[in-house]
């Protein structure tokens, strides 16, 4: 073929090869009238979402309130082998209290002057530790009242869990304006909501500012400790010593002020709550949040292992913070991890002066 006899267009028959199902004609397209069937729209399919990791801390976590403990048989036995210490202990002091007598008067009542002593302290010391538990269930009180309060929208139960809360908050400097401001309101606030919200922003707002600098303040130590100590035991035990500070600083502030057996009861109440709402993720990639993609794999691995020593730390106060605060989270954002993540790792530091 020459350039001269160009070729001429032509069109040619391929046919169908489509396949059929069967040699009819095609089903017709037909719809369901179930109601039962129902289709998710894309945009609400939490797997076809881009955002299907949700941090627990964007969850909004139940009412933190400590367990009540009713009956056990491990309670009895506890209770009734206390019972036969004390005897035994009871009858040893009297035995030396009377052989010594027996040897020297002066001595004898020295001893009892002892024994005297012992018992008016230790019932001292019981008086407080009752005191500073039902402190801590005032506080517990105080919360579920709110909360049904809010939840049923009574304007009376309202305003009767708002006056003790103010009550109990009286020793609190600073929430003297709030509570001189809600003595001023009277009744003219009949909403429930709004009533509950004016006090968690007026007298919880400069508590929970404290609560965030406590938080932070102790991730911090904790950070720089755990990143140059030597010793893996020295990180546990100063965690741990950190840990049990900061939910008794955390107590005092929303006026716990829980005492030995009471502190018992809050940490493991806060370490129940802790696993309810979730820990955090320990790993490269957190630490990559907060340093930067790619950074963390540069730097030594003390450093990322206080960093992370940090963030638990703060996870703990913020648990604390839900458990010891008088009110459930409403009006006021709830501390996430997002709010102390910037703070421990380098970069431009937030104003705590603010929420």
Same mark, same amino acid.
């Given at each position: 073929?020459?350039?001269?006899?160009?070729?001429? #267009? $032509?069109?040619?028959?391929?046919?169908?090869? =489509?396949? %059929?199902?069967?040699? *009819?004609?095609?089903?017709?397209?037909? %719809?369901?009238? /179930?109601?039962? &069937? %129902? +289709?998710?729209?894309?945009? *609400?399919?939490?797997? @076809?979402?881009? /955002?299907?990791?949700? !941090?627990?801390?964007?969850?909004? #976590?139940?009412? $933190?309130?400590?367990?009540?403990?009713?009956?056990?048989?491990?309670?009895?036995?506890?209770?009734?082998?206390?019972?036969?210490?004390?005897?035994?202990?009871?009858?040893?002091?009297?035995?030396?209290?009377?052989?010594?007598?027996?040897?020297?008067?002066?001595?004898?009542?020295?001893?009892?002057?002892? +024994?005297?002593?012992?018992?008016?302290?230790?019932?001292?010391?019981? $008086?407080? *530790?009752?005191?500073? &538990?039902?402190?801590?269930?005032?506080?517990?009180?105080?919360?579920?009242?709110?909360?049904?309060?809010?939840?049923?929208?009574?304007?009376?139960?309202?305003?009767?869990?708002?006056?003790?809360?103010?009550?109990? @908050?009286?020793?609190?400097?600073?929430?003297?304006?709030? =509570?001189?401001?809600?003595?001023?309101?009277?009744?003219?606030? +009949?909403?429930?909501?709004?009533? &509950?919200?004016?006090?968690?922003? *007026?007298?919880?707002?400069?508590? /929970?500012?404290?609560?965030?600098?406590?938080?932070?303040?102790?991730?911090?130590?904790?950070?720089?400790?755990? !990143?140059?100590?030597?010793?893996?035991?020295?990180?546990? &035990?100063?965690?741990?010593?950190?840990?049990?500070?900061?939910?008794?600083?955390?107590?005092?502030?929303?006026?716990?002020?829980?005492?030995?057996?009471?502190?018992?009861?809050?940490?493991?109440?806060? @370490?129940? %709550?802790?696993?309810?709402?979730?820990?955090?993720?320990?790993?490269?990639?957190?630490?990559?949040?907060?340093?930067?993609?790619?950074?963390?794999?540069?730097?030594?691995?003390?450093?990322?292992?206080?960093?992370?020593?940090?963030?638990?730390?703060? =996870?703990?106060?913020?648990?604390?913070?839900?458990?010891?605060?008088?009110?459930?989270?409403?009006? @006021?954002?709830?501390?996430?991890?997002?709010?102390?993540?910037?703070?421990?790792?380098?970069?431009?530091?937030?104003?705590?002066?603010?929420?």
């Amino acid at each position: 073929m020459s350039t001269n006899d160009p070729r001429r #267009p $032509a069109a040619f028959d391929v046919g169908d090869d =489509r396949p %059929h199902r069967n040699e *009819e004609a095609p089903r017709q397209p037909r %719809h369901f009238d /179930d109601p039962s &069937i %129902h +289709v998710t729209p894309d945009d *609400e399919d939490p797997f @076809l979402r881009g /955002d299907t990791e949700i !941090a627990a801390d964007e969850l909004d #976590p139940p009412v $933190a309130v400590m367990k009540k403990r009713g009956f056990s048989f491990t309670k009895l036995a506890m209770a009734a082998f206390s019972i036969v210490l004390t005897l035994a202990l009871g009858l040893w002091i009297d035995d030396l209290v009377r052989s010594l007598f027996a040897r020297a008067p002066w001595l004898g009542w020295l001893a009892l002057g002892a +024994v005297g002593v012992g018992v008016f302290a230790g019932l001292v010391v019981a $008086a407080r *530790e009752t005191i500073a &538990i039902l402190r801590l269930g005032a506080i517990q009180h105080i919360k579920v009242k709110i909360a049904e309060a809010q939840a049923g929208n009574d304007a009376r139960q309202a305003r009767k869990a708002a006056a003790e809360l103010s009550a109990f @908050l009286a020793g609190k400097a600073e929430t003297a304006r709030g =509570r001189k401001r809600l003595a001023e309101l009277d009744d003219e606030v +009949v909403d429930a909501p709004e009533l &509950i919200g004016f006090c968690e922003r *007026e007298m919880m707002g400069p508590l /929970d500012l404290k609560a965030r600098a406590l938080i932070l303040n102790a991730s911090k130590r904790v950070s720089v400790v755990t !990143a140059i100590s030597p010793r893996a035991a020295v990180d546990l &035990i100063y965690v741990f010593y950190e840990s049990i500070r900061l939910v008794r600083n955390m107590a005092e502030l929303y006026g716990g002020r829980p005492g030995s057996l009471g502190l018992f009861r809050l940490v493991r109440d806060v @370490l129940a %709550h802790l696993a309810v709402t979730g820990s955090i993720a320990v790993g490269d990639s957190l630490v990559q949040q907060v340093l930067g993609h790619g950074l963390a794999s540069k730097l030594s691995a003390r450093f990322g292992e206080g960093l992370i020593n940090g963030l638990m730390t703060a =996870r703990i106060g913020i648990a604390a913070m839900d458990l010891c605060r008088p009110m459930p989270f409403n009006a @006021l954002k709830r501390p996430s991890m997002a709010d102390f993540i910037s703070d421990l790792g380098p970069g431009t530091k937030r104003d705590l002066s603010k929420p």
